[in-house]
Structure formats: structure tokens, C-alpha cells
């Protein structure tokens, strides 16, 4: 079962979305894109500098894994859910007539 927010990764192919994207990580003054996305940037978006790849892994532990005297953290997809919200709201907007 997919999770809400895959939806949302799904929508960064819009044409509008790349655009914004590309405009916004061409005017940061920084040296270089560090991506770490599971696409190759370089394919989708035309930036002037250069992007550099990096991997890592992610593992969540289950809230029933934690010690029972620690404080309990929200899950990825807890974190997540308010930026897709917000992403698909603002997405509604800009394609409502």
C-alpha cells in the first residue's frame, strides 16, 4: 500500500513544479545540489551548478520498539502529512477555473 505522501512525490513531474524547482535551486548562491532523491535530477531539470548525488537509508523504528521511558516520536509519515497537505491544497488552487 502506497502512502499518502507518495502522491505528492508524484506530482513533482508537473511541468510547473520542475520549473519552480529549477528557478529556485538556480538562484541559491550555494556551490553545488546535493540530491538525494531516487531520479537523477540532471534528467528533469537544467541547473547551473553542479549536482551531486548522495544515498542514505532510513530506518523508522515502531513506536511498540522504543523504551517505554522516552518521549514518542512522530513517523515519517506523521512529519510528512502537513507539507502534502499543504502541497495538494496549493496544487487544487493553481489548477482550479
Same mark, same amino acid.
Given at each position: ?5 507518495? $502522491? ?22 550555494? #556551490? ?7 531520479? #537523477? @535530477?540532471? /534528467?528533469? @531539470?537544467? @541547473?547551473?551548478?553542479?549536482?551531486? $548525488? ?12 522504543? $523504551?517505554? #521511558? ?15 497537505? /499543504? ?11
Amino acid at each position: 500500500m502506497k502512502q499518502p505522501w507518495h $502522491r505528492a512525490l508524484l506530482a513533482t513531474s508537473d511541468c510547473v513544479t520542475r520549473k519552480f524547482c529549477e528557478e529556485t535551486l538556480n538562484a541559491m548562491p550555494a #556551490d553545488l545540489v546535493l540530491s538525494a532523491t531516487p531520479i #537523477d @535530477l540532471t /534528467r528533469v @531539470l537544467h @541547473l547551473n551548478k553542479p549536482v551531486v $548525488r548522495v544515498r542514505y537509508e532510513l530506518d523508522e523504528l515502531a513506536p511498540e520498539a522504543s $523504551r517505554s #521511558d522516552q518521549v514518542a516520536h512522530p513517523s515519517l509519515a506523521d512529519l510528512l502529512a502537513p507539507i502534502v497537505e /499543504r502541497a495538494r491544497a496549493n496544487s487544487s488552487a493553481g489548477t482550479a477555473h
